[in-house]
T-cell receptor, first 114, second 108 residues
């Protein structure tokens, strides 16, 4: 299993600013994922972050808006840049452990942009 | 059209009832995950299915690959089962595509 922590757990930000969300895992993992859950909706994959390579973004998400770092096998950051109220969401990271069927999710970061 | 579709969107049951949530998915999905999201937002993985049936406690998940359909059943439902249940299809690279979720409320 894996224990995942995220920082911050929640934040309120002004439009036009940027927020960096951290995701820390208690074991080394190859694949990490960043998701967004807008109010009242289900999750949407933003990007896959693999250590040692650039993140792979899903359709509708771009690196300039959501830059991702993956400096090692236990840590990743997602930055939400130049925020607008439409970015108000829960942002979650998850990991896929080799040899295990399930994915493990972080507790999420609740972001409100005013 | 979403690759993963769930029904019903909302479900209210009385304690003790048998509950079924359905999920249909499209071509290209190699496995189906069932997740539980509690009001605080935390997500727990319940099952991953690529064939057959799995059981864990009062939860049972089945999948029919030919029909591209999966079901999550809860036996002897309890108010603590109240949560959002989400099915998600896995595609290449372990990427997940999520259904809209089913809000389950179990009343005492």
């Amino acid at each position: 299993s894996a224990v995942i922590s995220q920082k911050p757990s929640r934040d309120i930000c002004q439009r036009g600013t940027s927020l960096t969300i951290q995701c820390q895992v208690d074991s080394q993992v190859t694949m990490m994922f960043w998701y967004r859950q807008q109010p009242g909706q289900s999750l949407t994959l933003i990007a896959t972050a693999n250590q040692g390579s650039e993140a792979t973004y899903e359709s509708g998400f771009v690196i300039d808006k959501f830059p991702i770092s993956r400096p090692n096998l236990t840590f990743s950051t997602l930055t939400v840049s130049n925020m607008s109220p439409e970015d108000s969401s829960i942002y979650l990271c998850s990991v896929d452990l080799a040899g295990e069927e399930t994915q493990y999710f972080g507790p999420g970061t609740r972001l409100l942009v005013l | 059209k979403n690759e993963v579709e769930q029904s019903p969107q909302n479900l209210t049951a009385q304690e003790g009832e048998f509950i079924t949530i359905n999920c249909s998915y499209s071509v290209g999905i190699s496995a189906l995950h069932w997740l539980q999201q509690h009001p605080g937002g935390g997500i727990v993985s319940l099952f991953m299915l690529s064939s057959g049936k799995k059981k864990h406690g009062r939860l049972i998940a089945t999948i029919n690959i030919q029909e591209k359909h999966s079901s999550l059943h809860i036996t002897a439902s309890h108010p603590r089962d109240s949560a959002v249940y989400i099915c998600a299809g896995e595609t290449s690279g372990s990427r997940l595509t999520f259904g809209e979720g089913t809000q389950l409320t179990v009343n005492p």
